[in-house]
């Protein structure tokens, strides 16, 4: 099975910051990462998929980059909405696999 | 906008079987693949399986043997069913709709919380 590895699986910061999370998986999954934010009690949201293409609705500060095995996701200046969890998911391969995930807080 | 709807028992005994319902509202189940995932603390976000819109099944091999998923043309909704459950398959279970192609989880249901105890 493939392993997703995010990190950091905890972070800190303002609003107004820009942040980084990295993803990274055991073998090649191409470009068939994608990118969820999850608020507590719902359900994870799609951000960001095949690695850099932005979900309809998603504001543009989230970008996304890499392929192959290396992917990040930048959010440009953080809003107070972002405070949040965040996974990365790879599709390439079944059983596709989820990162441990990312928690956002407010510094 | 697709929206989906989920239920099913939240409570369950050991070695009872899980019996989960999504219902698929605002689209149709063709052309795209139905995906059943679950969430716990330990374990974090697993992919458990998914069919698509022509029954066909792929199904996380450590748990083939317990599952299955089906689907329900005529009433736009697909189903999980998770045999012999343990403590360890307690979990927030959700459905969420796969994109042929990119293969994404552009929508998901709101989950149903499914505990395990005697």
């Known amino acids: 099975d493939i392993q997703m590895t995010q990190s950091p699986s905890s972070l800190s910061a303002s609003v107004g910051d820009r942040v980084t999370i990295t993803c990274r998986a055991s073998q090649n999954i191409r470009r068939y990462l994608h990118w969820y934010q999850q608020r507590p009690g719902e359900a994870p949201k799609l951000l960001i998929y095949v690695a850099s293409t932005l979900q309809t609705g998603v504001p543009s500060r989230f970008s996304g980059s890499g392929s192959g095995t290396d992917f990040t996701l930048t959010i440009s200046s953080l809003q107070p909405e972002d405070f949040a969890t965040y996974f990365c998911q790879q599709s390439d391969t079944t059983p596709y696999s989820f990162g441990q995930g990312t928690k956002l807080h407010i510094k | 906008q697709v929206q989906l709807q989920q239920w099913g028992a939240g409570l369950l005994k050991p070695s009872e079987t899980l019996s989960l319902n999504c219902a698929v509202y605002?689209?149709?189940?063709?052309?795209?693949?139905w995906t059943w995932i679950r969430q716990s603390p330990g374990k974090g976000l697993e992919w458990i399986g998914e069919i698509d819109h022509r029954g066909s099944t792929n199904i996380k091999p450590s748990l083939k043997h317990r599952v299955s998923i089906s689907l329900d043309t005529s009433k736009n909704q697909f189903s999980l069913r998770l045999s012999s459950l343990t403590a360890a398959d307690t979990a927030v279970y959700y459905c969420?709709?796969?994109?042929?192609?990119?293969?994404?989880?552009?929508?998901w249901g709101p989950g149903t919380t499914v505990t395990v105890s005697s």
């Open positions: 969420a709709r796969l994109v042929t192609g990119t293969r994404d989880l552009d929508v």
């Open positions: 605002g689209g149709s189940l063709s052309d795209y693949s």
